[in-house]
C-alpha cells in the first residue's frame, strides 16, 4: 500500500477514491449512451406512441359510431306456452303508427285479431306472407284481407320463411315463432323483442325490398277433378 502524501489522512484518500469511481462510471455511461443512439430511440418511441395513440382514436370512434345497434330493451320468450302469443299481440295493441309483418304460417286467431284491431285503430298494417298461405285452410290470410290489410304473397322464393313485424320503426318481433296456434301451445320456439331502432331500419329495408317483388293475395282456386 502506497504511503500517504503529507496532510493526507485517511478520510481524504477515500475521498479521493470515491472520485475516480464516480468518473470512471460517468465515462462508461457517457460511452453507453452514445453506443445506444439516443435520439434515434426517442424517434422509436415516439412513433410507437403516435401509433398507440391512433388505435385508440379509432377504437373510441367506432364505439361513438352512431350507426351502432344498442337495443333499449329486449325481451324473450320460448314456447310451448311460454307466452309468445301475448307478446305479439301486446306489442300490436300499443302501435300507433305501422306494423309490418312477415310470416311463413299466419294461423293464429288472437294474432290476427290484433292486426285488424290495430287496422281500425288507425294504424298501417301491412302483411308478407309465404305462398303456402294460399292454399293453408286454416289461415288467416282471408279474415285479414276482408278487414283491407293489404295482404301480400312473396312467391319469389322457395319458402318465404321469416317470421318477423316491425312495430312503429323502432320495435322488432323476431325468431323461430310462427303466428300459428301450434307455435304457442306444442313447438319448441322462441321470441325476441326488441326495441332498436337502428336494427329496426335493417329490418324495414328488408321489408319493402320483398315488397316490391310480392303480389296482393288471393285465395287459390280449388281444383275442380
Known sequence: MLPLRPGWDGASHEHFSQAV?????????????AWLDLPGIMRGMLAIRTFLAMLCAAALTAGCDRSASIPQGVQVYFSPR??????????FAHATNSILVQAYSFTSTPIAQALVNAKRRGVQVRVLLDSAQRSDKYSEADFLKNNDILTLIDARHGIAHNKIAIVDGYLVLTGSFNFTKAAEEKNAENLLVLNDPVLAKHYLDNWYLHEQHSEVYERAKKDPR
Request: no cysteine.
Open 21 to 33: 469511481k464516480a468518473a470512471g462510471q460517468r465515462h462508461r455511461f457517457t460511452t453507453l449512451f
Open 82 to 91: 311460454g307466452g309468445a302469443t301475448d307478446a305479439v299481440v301486446s306489442a
